[in-house]
Each structure stands twice: as structure tokens, then as C-alpha cells.
């Protein structure tokens, strides 16, 4: 069956640093990943997409890397703030392919970034 | 532009009883989505609507239904509530090939059930 894990359920960095945090996926061949950032009590907000056929997709202090081989992606927040301070999760495309608004999620990784 | 708006922001309901959550899509976005998610889990996929009519589910039973309404706002309806039911119910509307942009999500309704 389909499954995606996330490093680790929690990451704590000093600000300044680059947060890096791990998607893994099996049983996908997904034609994009997507990452959104959650805070406490609010809905899951878009970050940034990364389709199949790119590497490395930019905005700002975020950068996304997408894998195809390994099947993962990675997401890094340089310079990090203590207000990127959130859980951020990975989503893919249920049942591959598009698959428009079906998204399977990972569980999320709580960044804490320490002043 | 406005959001996702879902309503009520919190419930409480004694198992066995039927709840009804409400969803307002964004502007322009025809497709809604219903996402439950349990405490320190992700969202997991209920169903999607889109032109009112039911376009995938996921792995949940026949007592969790919705609605689609011409304006695109939605329902999800849960019949015989269990405690396990006890969750945020997340609404995410999106336009057709919105995948490009991400999903909205609306901030979700917390559902206690007791």
C-alpha cells in the first residue's frame, strides 16, 4: 500500500540555522509533491509545489528537492526564524498521477526554531 | 478574494448522535475536498465533490456523506457518531488544475464527541 513518512515528528534548530526536513514515499509514482505549513489550530496553508520532472523548486528562504529515484523529498528553511515555527507536511497525490484534490499526507514534522 | 470558511469552529456531540459540518469554498474554486485529522496525525482523505457529485473517496465508512450545493459550498454529514470520530474536520476547495496552486483549506471545524 501507499505510504509517506516524515523524518521525524519534531526538529528544534537555532535560529539562523537551515532546517531541513525529510518526505519519503513507497508504492508512488506521484507526477508532484506538495508541502504546506500548519499552525496549531488552523488549516494546513500551500507552500510550494515540485512536479516529477523538476529537481529543485525555490521561493524565498524555502527550497524543495523532489527524488524520483530515492522517492523523497527534501525541504529546507534557510535562515530560519522562530516564526517559521509550525508543523509542515508533506502531501502527495493519492493513487498517483493527478489525481486533483486527493491529497495523502504525511504525519508532519513540528519545527521549533529557538532564538 | 475571500478563503475557506467552515462552520462551526467547535462541537460537541454524544456518541450516537449525527453532526453536520458546513464548508464555503473560495472564489471561483468548483472542487471541494473534506480531510479528517486526528490529533498530532496528518489529514487524511474523506471524500471530493466537484459539479456536485461525489469524485473519490477514501478509506471511511458509509455513515460519514456530503453535499455539494450549486455555489459550490459543501457538507459533510456523520451519521452515528463514535468516539474515534473525534477530530478536526479540515475543507480544502480548489478550481480544476488548481493542483498547481495548492489547496486552500479552510482553519476546520473540532469535533468532540463524549
Known amino acids: 500500500s501507499q505510504k509517506i513518512e516524515q523524518n521525524s515528528e519534531a526538529l528544534n534548530i537555532q535560529e539562523g540555522k537551515t532546517a531541513t526536513l525529510t518526505c519519503n514515499y513507497t508504492?508512488?509514482?506521484?507526477?508532484?509533491l506538495q508541502w504546506y505549513r500548519q499552525d496549531p489550530g488552523r488549516g494546513p496553508v500551500f507552500l510550494l509545489l515540485i512536479r516529477e520532472n523538476e529537481k529543485e523548486k525555490r521561493k524565498e528562504r524555502l527550497k524543495v528537492t523532489f527524488d524520483t529515484t530515492l522517492k523523497q523529498s527534501l525541504f529546507h528553511i534557510t535562515a530560519s526564524q522562530p516564526a517559521d515555527s509550525a508543523t509542515y507536511l508533506c502531501?502527495?497525490?493519492?493513487?498517483?498521477?493527478?489525481?486533483?484534490?486527493?491529497?495523502?499526507f504525511g504525519q508532519g514534522t513540528i519545527l521549533t526554531v529557538h532564538p | 478574494e475571500t478563503g475557506v470558511t467552515q462552520s462551526p469552529t467547535h462541537l460537541i456531540k454524544t456518541r450516537g448522535q449525527q453532526v453536520t459540518l458546513r464548508c464555503s469554498s473560495q472564489s471561483g474554486h468548483n472542487t471541494v475536498s473534506w480531510y479528517q485529522q486526528a490529533l498530532g496525525q496528518g489529514p487524511q482523505f474523506i471524500f471530493q465533490y466537484y459539479r456536485e457529485e461525489e469524485n473519490g473517496r477514501g478509506n471511511f465508512p458509509p455513515r460519514f456523506s456530503g453535499l455539494q450545493f450549486p455555489n459550490y459550498s459543501s457538507e459533510l454529514n456523520v451519521n452515528a457518531l463514535e468516539l474515534d470520530d473525534s477530530a478536526l474536520y479540515l475543507c480544502?476547495?480548489?478550481?480544476?488544475?488548481?493542483?498547481?496552486?495548492?489547496?486552500?483549506f479552510g482553519s476546520g471545524t473540532r469535533l468532540t464527541v463524549v
Open positions: 502531501a502527495l497525490p493519492q493513487g498517483g498521477g493527478t489525481s486533483y484534490g486527493k491529497l495523502t
Open positions: 508504492n508512488y509514482s506521484p507526477a508532484y
Open positions: 480544502a476547495s480548489s478550481r480544476t488544475g488548481g493542483y498547481n496552486y495548492g489547496y486552500t
